[in-house]
């Protein structure tokens, strides 16, 4: 299927092609809306330590990779089945018929630092207490070091009908689930613009990675709807099981959304979750926190799942026993130095982390290099210093070629990083970044470089 062309990035001139080539010198050195990193310590560290490292997404790759750099003498192993490597921020692009499928699909092996191990099996059991883990083919692999970066858990089981194998036929999408799935949720969205008709948008209550994402695909349905002229003879509703007036956890951020929405005529019904989806039928079912369930006929519908620890990590003495992290069953890490609160020798990076924020690629640039020089300061004796602030981004589209920067960190608090780009101001610049630049400062994040 044919993708739109975007307004301007298709037909550049020279001054404006310089003027690209400025910018992203710009963003790969401020961080590209991913904040600038702690600098590494110069001088390597002698150390004959074993560090195994769960999980090889950035996260795991990231602090990989920088390691590797930083240890002289070190065995650093990866465990992970995935072979495919994907840039998950790309997925809406790509549900949204703005990217093609292979621009968010590389492989594991061609970042991967040498001299690296890689057990190509999943962690099955966490054996903390033995410093030690388990595979799915019964490995049984011991570490001086444990770096937690599996990511989490996408929890379609707790949405009764659901089927991911079903995203995209009977208008049904989801980005979230894989790349192939993105591309389905496309095709479902492609079909359901032609026509219009009623879209049901959700979104559950709870951690979960790019909370922005289900934000960026309902104003982008209503978009691809004015594009294809089939708007006004439509309908949006959010559902969502966050309380009334919320959609975002930061106010202002939070604000300036549903003032957009609003205007835009988005419908937004609070404390409703979806429990349950007929296919076939085409309806949707909500709850309320007091049982009140409500089934809603739609024409497309985008799930978004309530996520979750691995089973790996929430089985294991690794996860939160107390407090509100431990439902989920999240690794329980102190939010600043992202070390274990019970277990010195493991430290947790990306998705998996039982912290009050920070579940985007943005984050894990920002805090990758801090858990590669926390860990060193241990190996070499020293207590970690460096700090995280719980740094997190999300370029939020509100339309095809426009984009707010929204950066943010653990108090809420915006985090701009770049001075010519305003947080709640929407802006082709920021639209530019998503679309052109944020991938290749992903890909500098993944090789340690940044």
Same mark, same amino acid.
């Given at each position: 299927?044919?993708h739109?062309t ?6 550049i ?20 809306g991913v ?15 074993h560090?195994?490292?769960?999980g090889?997404g950035?996260?795991?790759?990231? =602090?990989?990779?920088?390691l ?6 070190a065995? *650093?192993t ?13 997925y809406t692009l ?9 621009k %968010?699909?590389d492989?594991n ?9 890689w =057990?190509?099996?999943m962690?099955a ?6 410093n030690?883990?388990v595979?799915t083919?019964g490995k049984r692999?011991?570490? +001086?070091y444990?770096?937690?970066?599996t ?12 089927? %991911?194998a079903?995203?995209?036929t009977h208008?049904l999408?989801?980005v979230?689930?894989?790349p192939q ?6 095709r479902?969205m492609?079909?359901?613009r032609?026509?219009g008709g009623?879209?049901?948008m ?13 934000l960026?695909?309902?104003f ?14 439509s309908?949006?509703?959010?559902f969502t ?11 202002? %951020?939070?604000d ?18 979806l %429990?349950? =989806?007929d *296919?076939?039928?085409r309806q ?9 369930r ?16 691995? +089973?790996?990590?929430k089985?294991?003495?690794?996860a ?7 439902p989920?069953?999240w690794?329980?890490v102190?939010?600043?130095?992202l ?10 990076v990306g ?5 009050p ?6 984050t =894990?640039?920002?805090?990758a290099?801090?858990v590669?020089?926390?860990?060193v300061?241990?190996?070499?004796g020293?207590?970690? +210093? +460096?700090?995280f ?41 920021a639209?530019l970044m ?9 890909v500098?994040?993944l090789?340690?470089?940044?």
């Open positions: 299927m044919d739109p975007n307004p301007g990035p298709g037909a001139d020279v001054s404006r092609r310089r003027w690209l080539r400025g910018l992203s010198a710009a963003t790969l050195a401020a961080g590209g904040a600038v990193a702690p600098k590494a310590r110069a001088q390597t560290t002698k150390t004959k330590a560090i195994v490292i769960a090889s950035l996260g795991g790759i990231a =602090v990989a990779n920088r590797s750099r930083m240890l002289d003498g065995r *650093i990866i465990v992970d089945a995935k072979q495919e490597h994907n840039y998950q921020p790309g790509v549900a949204t018929g703005i990217w093609p499928v292979e %968010v699909r492989r092996a061609d970042y991967l630092p040498a001299g690296v191990e =057990v190509q099996e962690v059991e966490f054996d903390p207490e033995a030690a883990v595979t083919g692999i011991a570490y +001086d444990l770096v937690v970066a990511g989490l858990h996408l929890d379609y089981a707790q949405i009764e009908g659901m089927d %991911v079903a995203i995209g208008g999408g989801s979230y689930a894989s799935s993105a591309l389905a949720t496309w479902a492609d079909a359901f032609q026509q009623h879209a049901v959700t979104l559950p209550a709870g951690p979960l990675k790019c909370a922005g994402a289900p960026k695909m309902t982008l349905v209503a978009d691809r709807l004015r594009q294809a002229g089939t708007l006004g003879k309908h949006v509703d959010f099981g966050l309380p009334t007036d919320t959609v975002f956890g930061v106010k202002v %951020v939070n300036n959304v549903i003032e957009r929405w609003d205007a835009m005529g988005v419908e937004r019904h609070h404390l409703n979750k %429990v349950a =989806v *296919i076939g039928a949707a079912t909500f709850a309320t926190p007091e049982g009140e409500t089934e809603v006929g739609y024409d497309f519908l985008h799930v978004v799942p309530p996520m979750r620890a691995t +089973d790996a990590v089985k294991s003495a690794l939160w026993k107390e407090g509100p992290m431990a989920g069953g690794l329980e102190d939010k600043v130095t070390r274990h609160q019970r277990y010195p020798n493991v430290f947790g998705d998996i982390n039982g912290t924020r920070g579940k985007t690629a943005a =894990v640039k920002k805090s290099p801090i590669a020089h926390n860990l300061e241990v190996i070499a020293r207590e970690p +210093d +460096d700090k602030d719980g740094y997190t981004s999300c370029p939020l589209i509100v339309r095809e070629g426009s984009a707010m920067l929204i950066e943010f960190d653990y108090d809420g608090k915006l985090t701009p990083s770049l001075p010519m780009i305003e947080p709640l101001q929407e802006s082709y610049m639209w998503k679309y052109r630049m944020l991938k290749p400062a992903y500098a994040v090789k340690g470089r940044v």
